[in-house]
């Protein structure tokens, strides 16, 4: 299984940008990259995926380098509702099957913005 | 409808008790799955079902059972629940490829006493 490492925590204040660092030196060669958000007593919530170099949504930026072996959310111009965990995922292929996918949450990092 | 539901929000129960969680999604994804979050953790992966197939248990105690009545519903049959399984249970799905995101529920919050 491809393990991810993410620091534990993070604070910042509204309105400036942040990234969170995630390294998953096992990744495979056809594994995606997945951010989720989580709130308190909620699900996680897609934020954004990527394969390589740069991809961008209306929330959120990711950047991968070139060896893969890490990528970097970047929240531009963070609020107080962004305060969240957010879990980095890679993609495994798992099960007799081969069909279904087993996703495998790391510690994710607890980020708090303040005012 | 991007939506999964999950029934109920909340659930107490004894240890002698026998319940159910429902999960229901109507986006037509061929692959769901069973979570189970402690406060605090990141959430743990149960069971999944492929094309309404286990696909994956990853090695969960008897007294969780799955069921996937139809590509729309999973179930998660309860019974002799201990203390220490009190936690959110997370019900989610995709649609049953490679590298699809996953769509998560907003949990079932467990205590058993």
């Known amino acids: 299984l491809a393990k991810t490492t993410q620091p534990i925590s993070m604070d910042s204040y509204e309105g400036q940008e942040v990234n969170i660092t995630c390294s998953h030196n096992?990744?495979?060669?056809?594994?995606?990259i997945t951010w989720y958000q989580q709130f308190p007593s909620q699900g996680p919530r897609f934020i954004i995926q990527?394969?390589?170099t740069k991809v961008t949504n209306e929330v959120a930026s990711l950047f991968i380098p070139a060896d893969r072996k890490s990528s970097t959310l970047s929240l531009p111009r963070v609020s107080l509702s962004d305060t969240a965990v957010y879990y980095c995922?890679?993609?495994?292929?798992?099960?007799?099957?081969?069909?279904?996918?087993?996703?495998?949450f790391g510690s994710g990092t607890q980020l708090t913005v303040l005012p | 409808d991007t939506e999964v539901t999950q029934t109920p929000k909340h659930l107490v129960m004894g240890m002698t008790n026998k319940k159910s969680l429902k999960c229901e999604q109507h986006?037509?994804?061929?692959?769901m799955y069973w979570y189970k979050q402690k406060a605090k953790k990141p959430p743990e992966l149960m069971f999944v079902?492929?094309?309404?197939?286990?696909?994956i248990n990853e090695s969960v105690p008897s007294r969780f059972s799955p069921e996937c009545p139809n590509s729309s519903l999973l179930n998660l049959h309860l019974h002799a629940l201990q203390p220490e399984d009190s936690a959110l249970y997370l019900c989610?799905?995709?649609?049953?490829?490679?590298?699809?995101?996953?769509?998560f529920g907003s949990g079932t919050q467990l205590s058993v006493l």
């Open positions: 995922l890679v993609g495994d292929i798992l099960g007799s099957s081969g069909s279904a996918r087993q996703l495998t």
């Open positions: 990527g394969y390589k």
């Open positions: 079902y492929s094309y309404e197939k286990l696909s």
């Open positions: 989610a799905s995709s649609q049953g490829g490679y590298n699809e995101k996953l769509f």
């Open positions: 986006m037509g994804h061929r692959a």
């Open positions: 096992n990744i495979a060669t056809n594994d995606y």
